[in-house]
Every structure is written in structure tokens, then in C-alpha cells.
């Protein structure tokens, strides 16, 4: 029987993060863009005051207004984020913002009509204040401001001029705009978090049931097992009987272990503990254990472990997670009476096993999308699964820092090979790598 199994898995890693929905980290974002967007304009407006007006007619009032201006946008950045989420701060920024552009313009000597373009930043921020109602609202405002700059200005003729009359609606429009783009943004978000709510509560409940159907399907199996042995060749029909009972409960305890394994590696991560392992080991206890499926179906087992194969750097849990996926494929899709191979040989820096059998083998048509998840994993004789032992599997093997490939050129059958690395002379025997989340890397 294997010796790796024992109860549980290695503790996953929890990996902290803000929620898409969660009410601080969305202010703080909020702040982010709101100074991001400010310091722009307060640049600008600065820049256009200091070098309009000639050194010598620079005045107090000038640098006050620009090293204020500069400052406000300082305080904004340090506001605590329960203040930005009271629609009166919206509402007076925009306002102190608009009155303060409009003060800055009428200080250059230089400006003209065409300092309007400044008024965009206005509704820009009103926008990012998630409140569609002041992005609506924000474009009215620089238009009064914009027309006021203009009558303070030039006078009324300046009001009546076409360019003029034709900004007016273009802000309209704008704001318009931002205020219809942010807000669908804002309804994607919402509907972003709750789906991830959705999944991550499924996610759990999957854990839950798979979690405690594993003890009882362990206990199951070993029972089972013991039966199986006991009985020897005295009773072929009731031997064979508990042969079937013990593939039911291993299958079942296959599925039930990918699904634990599937939530581990895509939300939790998995903690790889890697140390000096015989793989030869591993392979031979996994087969030992996979003996009464072999039996049940009259398969002839081709075991050819290298006895020169050097030591592998390899959680010894998790490679036999991956390797009995492969197993099991093999010992469910080879014919009664047909092969099933296990072979560990030596490539590099590398150890590699090698698991194939005799039966009817992947449709090529199916090669580019083998190791994706949930996966129909009907074989070229219509006989299918659920696709997730082979998605494990890869996973498994690129967490554990190898690989795995079909061999392409089998004459016949499915044939996987999986590289491990092999341990070095100076390996740590007490390291531990964390492996992040291979499978969200993989969907798009």
C-alpha cells in the first residue's frame, strides 16, 4: 500500500487580498486617481501662471495661489478615506477646483479662449466620484464658470461667438460620457464581485463535501483492501468482488481529492515542501496500491524502475497526487488483458517517469486542449471523465517545478512523461517553496 498518503495535504497558503467589493480599498483607490488627476492640473495651472507672468510682475498673490493650489492637492492625497466617501467632499471639490481654475486663468495675461481645455479636468474628477449625478452636473458648472471667465474677460461680444457657443454642448456631452462610461464600469465591477462572491462560496461548499468524504472513503478503502488481501485465491468470485469495491472507492476518492486540489491551487495556493526522495519509491508503492485495479481487468503491469536514477528534489505527497492521476487514466483506458508501463529513467538534470498503456490513445484533434480543465476526456472509444485528472496532474507537475508531455510518437495508447528535478548534493533538506496559484495564470 502507498506510504504517502496519510490524512491531509500540506497546509495551503492563504494568500491575503483586498475583495473586489470591499469599501476601503475602493476609496483608496479613489484617492489614488483623484491625486493622480489633480497633480496634473495643479502642474499645469502653476506652470502656465509662473512662466506667462514676467519675473519682475511676479507677486505675492501669484505665489501664494500656485504654492496653495500645489498644496491642496498634497492634503487630498492624505485625506482619510472615510471622508471621501461623503458626497459633500465631491461636491465641494469640484467647486473649489472649478472657482480655482477659472482664478487662474483670469491671472494670465496671455490666456485666450482656447484655456477651456483646462475645464475637462472638472469632469474628469466629477466622474471619478462614482456619482452620476454630479458627472451630469460638473459639465453645467464649467460651462457657467467658463462663459463667467469669458465676460470677465472680453465682455459679452466674446459670448457670441460660434467656437464659443459650439463648447458649451461638447462639455455637455462630455460629461455625458464620462458619466455613462463610469457608471457601466461601476455596474461591471459590482457584478465582477458578486460572481467572485458566487465562486468562492461554491468553492468552499465543493471543499466542505470533499473534505469530509475523504476520511470515510480512506477508512472505506483500507478496509477493503485488508479484505482483498485476506481473502487471497481462495474465493476468486468474493476476492474479485472486493476488487471492484476498492476501484469504486478510489476512483471515488480520486475525484474527490481533484476537487480539493483544484480549489487549493486556483484560490488558495499550495505550500511545496520539497526533499530528497526516491522516486523509484514512490512509483512502486503507488503501483502496490493500484494492484487490486490492475488485477480486476487482467492487466499485465511493465514496471521498469532505473536502479541508477538519482534522487528527485520533489514533494513526495503531491508527486503521488500527480502520478495517480496519470495511473488511473491508464488503468481505465487500457483494454482487459491490455499493458499498463511505469518507467523512471534518468534525462539531465532530470528524473522522468514514464506512464503509458495499450489502449485506444488521445484523438489528435484533442492534443491542444488535453490538460485543460473540465475537459471532456472521452478517448477515441467514446469512453469519457470528468477532464480534471490530467489538469491536476500538470498542475501538480509544474508546482513541483517539472513538466508534463504526451509522447506524440507512441505507436499506441496514451503515453505521459513527467520530468522532476533531481536533488542536488548540497540540497536543503529542510526548504519550503510556495507555489503560487498555477491554474488562474492559465484562465483567461
Not at 195 to 223: C, N, V
Not at 379 to 386: H, I, N, Q, V
Not at 388 to 399: K, T
Not at 412 to 440: H, T, Y
Request: net charge neutral; hydrophobic share 50%; charged share 20%.
Amino acid at each position: 500500500m502507498r506510504i504517502w498518503s496519510g490524512t491531509n495535504t500540506a497546509p495551503p497558503v492563504t494568500q491575503l487580498t483586498a475583495g473586489v467589493g470591499d469599501p476601503d480599498s475602493v476609496l483608496r483607490e479613489k484617492r489614488r486617481l483623484l491625486a493622480l488627476v489633480r497633480t496634473g492640473l495643479t502642474l499645469a495651472i502653476s506652470y502656465l501662471i509662473i512662466f506667462s507672468v514676467p519675473a519682475a510682475s511676479l507677486s505675492t498673490t501669484l505665489v501664494g495661489f500656485v504654492v496653495l493650489y500645489l498644496a491642496s492637492n498634497i492634503l487630498v492625497a492624505l485625506l482619510p478615506v472615510r471622508i471621501l466617501s461623503l458626497a459633500g467632499f465631491d461636491v465641494g471639490l469640484i467647486l473649489f477646483d472649478t472657482a480655482a481654475i477659472s482664478a487662474a486663468l483670469l491671472m494670465i495675461p496671455s490666456g485666450n479662449a482656447d484655456v477651456f481645455i483646462f475645464y475637462f479636468a472638472i469632469i474628469l474628477l466629477a466622474s471619478i466620484s462614482d456619482r452620476l449625478v454630479l458627472s451630469l452636473l460638473a459639465p453645467i458648472v464649467t460651462s457657467a464658470a467658463y462663459l463667467a471667465f469669458l465676460f470677465l474677460r472680453d465682455g459679452t461680444q466674446s459670448l457670441l461667438q460660434p467656437a464659443v457657443l459650439l463648447r458649451l454642448p461638447f462639455f455637455l456631452l462630455t460629461g455625458a460620457f464620462y458619466g455613462f462610461f463610469v457608471d457601466r464600469v461601476r455596474r461591471g465591477q459590482t457584478a465582477v464581485a458578486e460572481a467572485k462572491q458566487r465562486t468562492e462560496a461554491r468553492a468552499e461548499l465543493l471543499s466542505a463535501i470533499a473534505h469530509d468524504l475523504k476520511q470515510p472513503l480512506w477508512i472505506a478503502g483500507q478496509s477493503a483492501a485488508l479484505l482483498y488481501d485476506q481473502l487471497g485465491e481462495a474465493v476468486p468470485s468474493t476476492r474479485e468482488l472486493a476488487a471492484q469495491v476498492i476501484v469504486s472507492l478510489k476512483r471515488m476518492e480520486s475525484l474527490t481529492l481533484n476537487f480539493l486540489d483544484l480549489n487549493r491551487l486556483e484560490v488558495r495556493g499550495l505550500r511545496i515542501a520539497p526533499r530528497r526522495t526516491a522516486l523509484n519509491r514512490i512509483v512502486q508503492d503507488l503501483v502496490d496500491a493500484y494492484r487490486p485495479a490492475l488485477d480486476l481487468k487482467y492487466l499485465q503491469l511493465v514496471r521498469e524502475l532505473s536502479p541508477g536514477a538519482p534522487m528527485a528534489w520533489i514533494d513526495p505527497l503531491q508527486t503521488e497526487r500527480c502520478l495517480a492521476n496519470l495511473l488511473d487514466n491508464a488503468i481505465k483506458y487500457a483494454p482487459a488483458g491490455g499493458t499498463v508501463t511505469c518507467r523512471t529513467e534518468c534525462d539531465g538534470d532530470a528524473v522522468v517517469v514514464t506512464i503509458g498503456d495499450s489502449g485506444p490513445g488521445i484523438s489528435a484533434d484533442r492534443h491542444a486542449m488535453l490538460f485543460s480543465r473540465f475537459q471532456d476526456g472521452a478517448d477515441a472509444a467514446g469512453r469519457g471523465s470528468t477532464g480534471l485528472g490530467l489538469h491536476i496532474a500538470r498542475a501538480l507537475a509544474e508546482a513541483l517545478g517539472g513538466d508534463i508531455t504526451l509522447d506524440r510518437t507512441a505507436p499506441l495508447g496514451a503515453w505521459f512523461r513527467i520530468r522532476l528535478p533531481a536533488a542536488r548534493v548540497d540540497s536543503d533538506p529542510g526548504a519550503c517553496v510556495d507555489a503560487q496559484p498555477v491554474l488562474q495564470q492559465r484562465v483567461a
